[in-house]
C-alpha cells in the first residue's frame, strides 16, 4: 500500500487482497477525499449486511483526477469482490435488495452487482444483474433489470411498500392474490432523487388467482398472462382466466385520461347464486356470453375514480314473466349494468333492459331510485323510489299468477326500513281475467305504513287507502264504477266445488255503479277476514228505484269453500228499476220486496 504527495498531486499504489471483510465497513479502504459528497452521504447507511468473502481492491494513480476513465491507461481504480447475504437499501421508501452473493466488480466510475441469487420485495432473483453509473462522482443512477419470482400477493405487496404506495397501495385494501408470479422488471433509480424512478416490465401471472374485498363469492382464478407495466400505467392482452368456472379473456388498455380492463366470459345463472346471497331468481335460467368494461380514472395521485359497465345480449337465458320483461332463451335482448359514483362519491346504479326497462339507483345514507318501463330515461327523484310505466297492455292476471308461481317463497322484508315509494302507471289496456280496463292513468304512494292509490279509466275512477298493518281495514272509494261483465261460458254442467285464497278485509264504497248499461246506484260494503272465514258483514245497493242489502259468510275447508249469503231488495218504482236496467217498463209497481238466501 502506498501513497505519495508531490508538490502538485497525491498518487496512489495500493493492491488490496481481501477476506472476510463486512461489506458495510467497505468505505474505510477507500480515500474519502476522492469521492463526490452527495454520494458519500448516499454510501454511508447504503449496504446494510453482508460479508466480503474475498476480493481485490487496486487503485493507482492521480488522486486529483479521480474518477478515472475507462481509457485513462495511467490511472486504474477497479476491485471485484465475491459477496454473501448483502442488503442494499438504494433509495429511501423503496424495497432493498437482500441477501445478495454473487459478484461485485467497479472499474471506472461504474459499479457492477453480479447477483447469484438475491431478493427484492419478497421476489427470488432468476436472473438479474445491477449497475450503478456515476458512481463516485455525478449523478449516480441505479439500472436493474432482469427476471424476479415470486407470488402474485408479493407484486401487490410491492405497490404498498414502495414509493408508488400514494397512487396504488390502497389496491390490498380491496385485492388479495393467491398464486406464483414472475416480474420481468427494468429499474432506473436516481440514487439522489429516488422519486424521479423510471420503471417498465411485465408481470407474468401462473395459474394466479385474485379476490375482490367487495364480491369475495366471485374470486377471478386460473390468470396465465402478461400484464405489462410503466410510469404511465398498465396494458394487457388476451390474458386468460376463469370467472364464475368458465374462461374468460381479460385486456388492459390505456387511455387519454384512463385505464380500460375488458373481461370477456360467460356466465350462467346458478353461477349468480352467490352474488344474489343464494336468492337467485328461479325464473331467470340458461347460460349467456358478456362482456364487463372497467374504466379507472386518477383523479388526483392516488385518489382513483373507478366506472364498470357489464352488457350481454342474454342469448341463451330464459326469463319466465310475463311481458314486457319475459324471453325465450332464443331472443335477444340487450342488456347494460353500470356502476359509477356521483359527484359527492356515492355509488350510482344505470340499468337498461333492452331500451324499454330503465333504471338508475343511488344507495348511501338514503337511498334513491328511478325504474321506467317504455319510457325516456329516468331521472333520480328529490327522495325515496319511483315506478314509471307507459304500456299498451298490461295484464295483471298473468302477473298475479307469476308471483303466486316464482316469488311466494321469497323471505319478508322489513317494510319498516323502506324509503317512501310512488308509482305512476299509465295503459291502454289493462286486464284483470275477463275485465278490461282502458286508458288508465294510476298513481300509487306509500305513506306512514299506508298505500294510497288513484285510479281514472273510462271505466272507474276513485282512490285506495291500503295500510300495511294487516290489523287496520283498506278503504276503496270510487266515484264511478262502469263494467262490462264477461260474456257467460256455456260450460254449465259438470261443475266443480273450487278453492281459492280468501279475499281480504276492506271497507268500499262506490258513487255511481253502472254494470252491463244498468244504473244500480250507489254501492256500500263491509267485510272482515277473520281466520279461515271471510264475513260480509254488511253491503247495500241505493238508487232512486231500488234498495239491496247482502250480508254472508264466504267459509274455507279442506276439500272446498262453502259461502252463504242473505238478500233483501226493496222497490218503490218497479217501472222506474226496469228503465235503470235497460229494460222496457212493462210491469208497474209502488212497492216490491225480495228476499232470498244463497
Known amino acids: ?26 468505505l474505510s479502504y477507500v480515500p474519502r477525499s476522492i469521492l463526490d459528497p452527495d454520494y458519500l452521504e448516499w454510501a454511508e447507511d447504503a449496504y446494510t449486511s453482508g460479508q466480503i468473502e474475498s476480493g481485490n481492491f487496486t487503485l493507482k494513480g492521480n488522486l486529483a483526477e479521480f474518477p478515472f476513465t475507462a481509457d485513462d491507461s495511467a490511472n486504474v481504480f477497479e476491485f471485484t469482490l465475491n459477496v454473501v447475504d ?47 453509473n456515476n458512481i463516485y462522482a455525478g449523478k449516480p443512477v441505479l439500472d436493474l433489470t432482469g ?9 401487490l405487496n410491492f405497490l404498498q411498500n414502495s414509493p408508488l404506495s400514494p397512487r396504488y397501495g390502497d389496491i390490498t385494501d380491496w385485492v388479495s392474490a ?20 423510471d420503471v417498465n416490465g411485465h408481470l407474468s401471472f401462473e395459474s394466479s388467482q385474485l379476490s375482490l374485498a367487495a364480491m369475495p363469492e366471485m374470486p377471478i382464478k386460473d390468470i396465465k398472462g402478461r400484464l405489462f407495466f410503466n410510469n404511465d400505467g398498465v396494458n394487457a392482452e388476451a390474458i386468460n382466466a376463469n370467472i364464475f368456472t368458465k374462461p374468460t379473456l381479460i385486456d388492459v388498455t390505456p387511455q387519454a385520461e384512463s385505464t380500460l380492463v375488458t373481461a370477456k366470459g360467460e356466465v350462467d ?35 382513483f375514480e373507478t366506472d364498470i359497465r357489464v352488457t350481454s345480449d ?9 311481458e314486457p320483461i319475459g324471453k325465450k332463451a332464443a331472443d335477444s335482448r340487450l342488456i347494460s349494468v353500470e356502476l359509477m359514483e356521483d359527484t359527492q362519491q356515492r355509488p350510482l346504479f344505470h340499468l337498461n333492459y333492452d331500451d324499454v326497462v330503465k333504471a338508475v339507483w343511488q344507495t348511501g345514507d338514503a337511498t334513491r331510485a328511478e325504474i321506467t318501463i317504455g319510457l325516456p330515461e329516468p331521472e333520480l327523484p ?37 324509503p317512501a315509494v310512488e308509482i305512476e302507471l299509465a295503459v291502454d289496456n289493462l286486464q284483470f281475467n275477463q275485465w278490461v280496463l282502458n286508458d288508465v292513468q294510476s298513481k300509487a304512494f306509500q305513506r306512514n305504513q299506508i298505500w294510497q292509490l288513484e285510479i281514472q279509466s273510462r271505466q272507474m275512477r276513485g282512490n285506495i287507502r291500503w295500510p300495511m298493518d294487516s290489523a287496520l281495514l283498506p278503504t276503496l272509494h270510487f266515484d264511478f264504477v262502469d263494467l262490462q261483465l264477461p260474456a257467460a261460458s256455456n260450460e254449465t254442467s259438470d261443475r266443480k266445488k273450487f278453492s281459492s285464497d280468501l279475499w281480504p278485509s276492506f271497507q268500499l264504497n262506490i258513487d255511481n255503479l253502472t254494470v252491463d248499461g244498468m244504473q244500480l246506484g250507489r254501492v256500500q260494503a263491509r267485510a272482515i277476514q277473520q281466520g279461515q272465514r271471510w264475513v260480509l258483514e254488511s253491503a247495500s245497493l241505493q238508487s ?9 259468510v264466504w267459509q274455507k275447508n279442506e276439500l272446498a269453500d262453502n259461502s252463504q249469503l242473505n238478500l233483501q231488495l226493496t222497490s218503490n218504482d218497479l217501472a222506474g228499476l226496469f228503465l235503470d236496467l235497460g229494460y222496457q217498463p212493462a210491469i208497474e209497481a209502488n212497492q216490491v220486496e225480495v228476499k232470498g238466501q244463497f
Open 382 to 418: 328529490a327522495t325515496g323510489i319511483r315506478f314509471k310505466a307507459r304500456l299498451n297492455d298490461l295484464s295483471i292476471s298473468d302477473w298475479t299468477q307469476w308471483q303466486q308461481k316464482w316469488l311466494k317463497d321469497l323471505p319478508e322484508t322489513n317494510n319498516d326500513n323502506w
Open 86 to 132: 448483502v442488503g442494499l437499501d438504494y433509495g429511501e421508501g423503496w424495497p432493498a435488495l437482500e441477501s445478495i452473493a454473487g459478484q461485485v466488480v467497479s472499474s471506472a466510475n461504474k459499479l457492477d452487482i453480479l447477483p447469484k441469487s438475491g431478493r427484492i420485495a419478497g421476489f427470488d432473483f432468476v436472473d438479474v444483474s445491477a449497475v450503478i
Open 147 to 155: 427476471l424476479l419470482s415470486g407470488t402474485t400477493q408479493n407484486a
Open 178 to 197: 393467491q398464486g406464483n408470479s414472475n416480474i420481468v422488471l427494468n429499474l432506473k433509480i436516481p440514487l439522489l432523487e429516488p422519486n424521479a424512478t
Open 314 to 322: 342474454l342469448a341463451g337465458i330464459t326469463i319466465d314473466a310475463p
Open 544 to 552: 232512486a228505484v231500488l234498495q239491496a242489502n247482502l250480508d254472508g
Open 269 to 303: 345463472s346458478q353461477q349468480l347464486e352467490g352474488l344474489w346471497q343464494k336468492n337467485m331468481p328461479e325464473f331467470v335460467r340458461g347460460t349467456t356470453r358478456y362482456q364487463a368494461d372497467i374504466e379507472i380514472r386518477e383523479k388526483s395521485m392516488g385518489d
Open 1 to 26: 500500500i502506498g501513497l505519495v504527495s508531490q508538490s502538485d498531486a497525491t498518487l496512489a499504489d495500493i493492491d488490496l487482497q481481501m477476506l472476510d471483510v463486512a461489506v458495510a465497513s467497505w
